[in-house]
């Protein structure tokens, strides 16, 4: 573990081919129930090799035992109903297929915290888990019940806050909360988005993430991010409400990206995982490309704060591409470390 700009990913890598369609969002399982489970595991073996083979210092489960960073989690919650399926505008930008609140929801038994015993006991490394943040998850399925966005938003904070505790309790050291929407809902995040993840993050003594991108690489994502316009100043709206916020770490996307990096500085005092690595686009990011991103991210925040990171989920790539692209994070964070000690 690299004690100076320690590297980790955004959160998901992508599934080898026997257990999931490549390059497929939502792809169902390939592998029998009864073969599901030890399937699930040995992918999570083999993404955490990858990390390793890459010198990632803080390492995840890639997120090989879920289907999606957000259903897979409110498909373990009582009150939603995965049958009755509606589809709903999601990031006010494309359709998908989403399950319904019907009833009062709950957490009746843990959803992630086998998984992370699990991939704890293989390793001694830092262990970051990401959970999907209560904005996220209330945008992400269609409420028949709470009739109320910020509601339902407070309703799955306390939630998340008794799975946050069991994974602490496993061994997780950086808890990550994924919120794409901030970056869509301004005002809600302004007037209770930051709010109510912090009542998500309550209690909590481990370090707290919270991973706010421009989505995955998928066409309607690239599509939208053709409209942003030359400067991407969304962080601009919610930096400052995060800077106030009892939150850690703040994880961005950042290269080849319209994020103008002086944004930062509106975060000052957090620590900040700037992606280096650009999950929208198969070229292999050299080394060296990795450390100028870096270097850019230097100039407004301290070293000890920076931690090297890719911009979002790789889940969507090919796995030969995702696994150099690791490759290459891990290797432009050593160029870089070693200038900062040279
Ligand atoms: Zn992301």
Same mark, same amino acid.
Request: a negative charge; proline letters at 5%; one cysteine or more.
């Given at each position: 573990?690299?004690?100076?700009?320690?590297?980790?990913?955004?959160?998901?890598?992508?599934?080898?081919?026997?257990?999931?369609?490549? +390059?497929?969002?939502?792809?169902?399982? @390939?592998?029998?129930?009864?073969?599901?489970?030890?399937?699930?595991?040995?992918?999570?073996?083999?993404?955490?090799?990858?990390?390793?083979?890459?010198?990632? %210092?803080?390492?995840?489960?890639? +997120?090989? =035992?879920?289907?999606?960073?957000?259903?897979?989690?409110?498909?373990?919650?009582?009150?939603?109903?995965?049958?009755?399926?509606?589809?709903?505008? *999601?990031?006010?930008?494309?359709?998908?297929?989403?399950?319904?609140?019907?009833?009062?929801?709950?957490?009746?038994?843990?959803?992630?915290?086998?998984?992370?015993?699990?991939?704890?006991?293989?390793?001694?490394?830092?262990?970051?888990?990401?959970?999907?943040?209560?904005?996220?998850?209330?945008?992400?399925?269609?409420?028949?019940?709470?009739?109320? $966005?910020?509601?339902?938003?407070?309703?799955?904070?306390?939630?998340?806050?008794?799975?946050?505790?069991?994974?602490?309790?496993?061994?997780?050291?950086?808890?990550?909360?994924? +919120?794409?929407?901030?970056?869509?809902?301004?005002?809600?995040? @302004? %007037?209770?988005?930051?709010?109510?993840?912090?009542?998500?993050?309550?209690?909590?003594?481990?370090? =707290?993430?919270? !991973?706010?991108?421009?989505?995955?690489?998928?066409?309607?994502?690239?599509?939208?991010?053709?409209?942003?316009?030359?400067?991407?100043?969304?962080? +601009?709206? *919610?930096?400052?409400?995060?800077?106030?916020?009892?939150?850690?770490?703040?994880?961005?996307?950042? !290269?080849?990206?319209?994020?103008?990096?002086?944004?930062?500085?509106?975060?000052?005092?957090?620590?900040?995982?700037?992606?280096?690595?650009?999950?929208?686009?198969?070229?292999?990011?050299?080394?060296?490309?990795?450390?100028? =991103?870096?270097?850019?991210?230097?100039?407004?925040?301290?070293?000890? !704060?920076?931690?090297?990171?890719?911009?979002?989920?790789?889940?969507?790539?090919?796995?030969?591409?995702? $696994?150099?692209?690791?490759?290459?994070?891990?290797?432009?964070?050593?160029?870089?470390?070693?200038?900062?000690?040279?």
């Amino acid at each position: 573990m690299n004690a100076l700009l320690p590297t980790s990913t955004a959160g998901s890598l992508p599934k080898p081919s026997w257990l999931a369609q490549p +390059e497929t969002l939502w792809s169902e399982w @390939k592998l029998p129930d009864d073969e599901l489970a030890e399937g699930k595991r040995d992918a999570l073996r083999l993404s955490l090799a990858d990390q390793r083979d890459a010198g990632i %210092d803080i390492v995840s489960d890639g +997120e090989q =035992t879920r289907q999606h960073f957000v259903t897979t989690f409110i498909e373990h919650l009582g009150g939603v109903d995965f049958e009755k399926r509606e589809t709903v505008r *999601i990031r006010n930008r494309y359709d998908a297929s989403v399950p319904t609140v019907v009833g009062a929801v709950s957490r009746d038994r843990p959803v992630f915290v086998d998984d992370a015993r699990f991939l704890r006991a293989q390793t001694d490394q830092p262990i970051k888990w990401a959970l999907p943040g209560p904005m996220t998850m209330i945008d992400t399925l269609y409420d028949a019940h709470y009739g109320s $966005r910020e509601k339902l938003a407070w309703e799955f904070a306390g939630i998340l806050n008794q799975e946050a505790k069991e994974l602490q309790a496993a061994g997780v050291d950086i808890i990550q909360f994924d +919120e794409p929407a901030f970056n869509v809902f301004f005002d809600e995040v @302004k %007037d209770w988005g930051v709010a109510v993840l912090e009542r998500a993050t309550e209690g909590l003594t481990c370090d =707290t993430a919270v !991973h706010v991108c421009y989505g995955y690489g998928i066409k309607a994502n690239t599509d939208w991010k053709q409209t942003l316009g030359a400067e991407w100043r969304q962080y +601009e709206e *919610i930096f400052p409400k995060l800077q106030e916020s009892s939150i850690d770490i703040v994880s961005l996307e950042c !290269h080849n990206s319209h994020v103008p990096l002086e944004l930062i500085e509106l975060i000052r005092g957090k620590k900040v995982m700037v992606g280096a690595i650009d999950v929208a686009s198969t070229h292999i990011e050299t080394p060296d490309e990795v450390a100028a =991103t870096l270097r850019r991210a230097l100039q407004f925040v301290d070293a000890d !704060h920076l931690y090297p990171s890719t911009n979002c989920g790789m889940a969507p790539l090919r796995r030969s591409v995702a $696994r150099a692209k690791l490759q290459a994070l891990g290797a432009g964070a050593a160029i870089v470390r070693q200038e900062l000690s040279d």
